[in-house]
């Protein structure tokens, strides 16, 4: 791994950190490295207080800002350049004084895109962009999401006995582990909205809240033929993630329009049911990016390729 590598990987790991707080910004981390020492770092903590950026400069010592002239800045996301709740970073940067900038990806923010690199490469700083992209991109895979389609991102979520069925004969049936009941609060907790349709709010009378885990709950949404899923007006309030818990006929419908981003399937291995609704079929030629076993249930995530 090389150096560009290392330290934009330590970006990620302080990024991540703003999970909670950052939205509806995204999650972004900054590492200010001389001589191959880190001597800054931040991460973006809350939306409309200080970018990765400035923190990361903030953190810097007094003794250490005479190396500033001949550091490197990394940053997961390409540096702001418009005035929003904050000034622009690439501003920053270049008063800064900084010798390189090293950039995970580009802003698909509409006021950003591509504008920070340009007024960084302007002001005659060498700029590196694409490190480590893939994964900087997926971290804000969300954020991404919604101002390149308009749209929220979309996981379609559900829960399958071994032998593929989502109830026991129409009832509903305890597919779930109480560990794996908390990963799906925790991921409630991260996401915006969640959604079932109208058959599944009568008969199950589900909460879709966050119980079993510390955050806020998602807002709550029902659809059926009356009252479809309009995903400008999601949009429009600022919704960037949504889960899609069922049942079948709705999560086929998603399916079937391709309008999903990720799927969820946990799978009870040792729990089988005579008969009862058939959990919806996976796409063809669709691999996990991602499987995880807890004791007896296995837990996949797919990506839209």
Known sequence: MDNDELFMRRCLQLARQGRAGAKPNPMVGAVIVADGTIIGEGYHVRCGEGHAEVNAFRSVKPEHEKLLSKSVIYVSLEPCAHYGKTPPCADLIVSKGVNRVVVGCVDEFAQVKGRGIEKLRNAGIDVTVGVLEQECRMLNRRFFTFHSKHRPYIIL???????????????????????????????????????????????????????????????RIVVDRLHPLNMQSLHSQGIQSIIVEGGRKTLESFLASGLWDEIRVETNTKLCVSDGTKAPLLPESIIPVSTYIYDSNIIQSFLRQ
């Open 157 to 219: 979520k559900w829960a399958q006995t071994a032998n593929g069925f989502i109830d026991d004969n129409g009832h509903t049936l305890a597919i779930s582990t109480p560990f794996t009941k908390m990963l799906s609060h925790k991921l409630r907790s991260e996401e915006d909205a969640i959604l079932v349709g109208r058959i599944t709010d009568e008969r199950e009378h589900p909460l879709l809240n966050v119980r079993h885990w510390i955050g806020q709950s998602p807002r």
